[in-house]
C-alpha cells in the first residue's frame, strides 16, 4: 500500500479550503508543537494558514525554517496580499498560497521526501547554518513553474544556483542564459523575442530569440536590476500574458518558459526611487534567495580554499601544496570585495607562484593589486610606484596593444601555461592561444 503524504497544520485544519484526499493533515496548536512533531515524525510538508482567526507573521515562518529546514513550508492567505507574500518568501516560506490553491500544491511533494543529495543543495558548498536553509527553501520549490528571484553581490555563485536549479526542475528544455546588462530598449526585444525576416534594414533571415530557445525550459536573466523602464514593461507583458510577437511578425508565440533572474542591486529600494516596477518585481520574486557575501561566511573560507587550491594545482599541473595555517588566517582576515570568484582568483595565481609545497601568505602578494592592471611593458604607460594603478599617458595607448601584454604577462606569471594563464584572465584557453596566433602572424608581416 502506498505511503499517504503527512503535512502539519499551524492552527485549524478547517482554514484549508483546498484539501487533498491523498493527504493527511494533522492540526498543531502552536509553532512549538510543529517544531516537537515535525523533528519527531518528519512530515512532507507545514502548513500554515492566515485566516481572519490567526495570522501567524513572517517571524514564525523564520522560526519554523530554522528548527526544521528540509521541510517545505506553505503559507495559505486568507486574502492575498503580494507585499505580504514576499515577506513570507523572504522569511523562508517555501511558497505563498490563497484559498483556491491545493495544499500541497499539485506534484509539489511525494510520501518519504527530503533526500540531502540535490543539485541545488550541492551547488554551493557552504557550511554556513543560514545559507543551507536557504537551499534548502529553494531545492523545495526548484520544479515548481514559477519564477526565481536571486540576489547577492558579485561573484557569489549566483550563476551557479541557477543552473542547480535548473537540473532539479524537471523541465525537458535547454538552460538559457543571458546578461541583461547594457541591452538598450531595442536590443533587449531582439535578443528575447527575435525577429522575422525583413523587420527591420540588415534583417536577412530570421532569428529565434531567447524566449523561443528555452521553450520547455528555463531562461536565465542575470543582472535584471540593470534594464531600462520600457525594457521592464516588455518582460512584465510577457510573463502575464504567456505570448509574445517577434520583430516584424503579426502572429503571437506563446511562451513556455521558467524564469530564473538576478541581480546585485537592491531591487526594494529601486522601487522606491522608482527605478524599478513594483508589479515587475512581485512577478519575479515569487521564490526568492539571497546569496551572503563572503565576508558574512568567514568560516566557509577554508573549505573553498582547500578546493580551489586541488582545483588550481591540476590546472597548472603541480601537486596540490598544503595551505600553512598562517595562510588559512591570513584569508580568514580578507575581505574580499570579489567573493567566491575573488578568492578562487588569488588562490590560482598564488598557487602559480608557489615553488614549494606549502602555500604561504607571501604568494597572495597585495590583494589591491587583483583589480589592477601592471603592464609596465606598453609603451607610454607606466606604474605609480606601490599605488598599485597604472598612469595612462594622454595619448591612450590602442586596446590591441594592452590585451597583448596582458596575455604576455599572464604567460609569464604560469610560465608559459596558456590553460592556467586563461584562468587568471578570465578567458578560455582557445582564446590566449588565438591572440598568440595573431601575434605570430603580425610579426611575420612585420618582418
Known sequence: MEKKITGLVLGSVESIPRRSADVRYFRCKSATQVVDVAQRNAPDFIAVPTDASMTPGPAVVASLRSSVPRIPIYVVQHRADPITAVQYIRAGATNVLTGSDPVPPAGSVSAGDGDPSHPVIESILTEYGPLQQALYSIADVAHSRYPILITGETGTGKD??????????????????????????????????????????????????????????????????????????????????GEFYPL?????????????????????????????????????????????????????????????????????????????????????????????????SRIIN??????????????????????????????GVSQSPGSGSVVFPEVLPEMQDLNQQLVEEALRRTEGNQSAAAELLGISASAVNKRLHRQDASSSVVT
Open 160 to 241: 551557479l544556483l541557477a543552473q542547480a536549479i535548473h537540473t532539479a526542475s524537471r523541465r525537458t528544455g535547454d538552460l538559457v542564459t543571458e546578461n541583461v546588462a547594457g541591452l538598450d530598449d531595442s536590443l533587449f526585444s531582439d535578443t528575447l523575442f527575435g525577429h522575422d525576416a525583413g523587420a527591420f534594414t540588415g534583417a536577412h533571415r530570421s532569428r529565434k530569440g531567447l524566449v523561443r530557445r528555452a521553450q520547455g525550459g528555463t531562461l536565465f536573466l542575470d543582472e535584471i536590476g540593470d534594464i531600462s523602464g520600457r525594457s521592464q514593461i516588455k518582460l512584465l507583458r510577457l510573463m502575464e500574458k
Open 350 to 379: 598564488a598557487v602559480v607562484l608557489c615553488p614549494g609545497s606549502v602555500l604561504l601568505p607571501r604568494y597572495f602578494g597585495d590583494p589591491h593589486d587583483v583589480f589592477h592592471v601592471e603592464m609596465p611593458f606598453v609603451p
Open 248 to 344: 516584424g511578425s503579426v502572429e503571437p508565440v506563446s511562451c513556455d518558459v521558467r524564469f530564473i533572474v538576478a541581480t546585485n542591486r537592491d531591487l526594494s529600494g529601486m522601487i522606491r526611487t522608482e527605478s524599478f516596477r513594483p508589479d515587475l518585481f512581485y512577478r519575479l520574486s515569487y521564490h526568492t534567495i539571497h546569496l551572503p557575501p563572503l565576508r558574512e561566511r568567514r568560516t566557509d573560507i577554508p573549505l573553498l580554499a582547500s578546493v580551489f587550491v586541488k582545483e588550481a594545482a591540476e590546472i597548472v599541473g603541480k601537486p596540490v601544496p598544503r595551505l600553512s595555517d598562517d595562510t588559512v588566517d591570513y584569508l580568514l582576515g580578507q575581505e574580499f570585495p570579489g567573493n567566491i570568484r575573488e578568492l578562487r
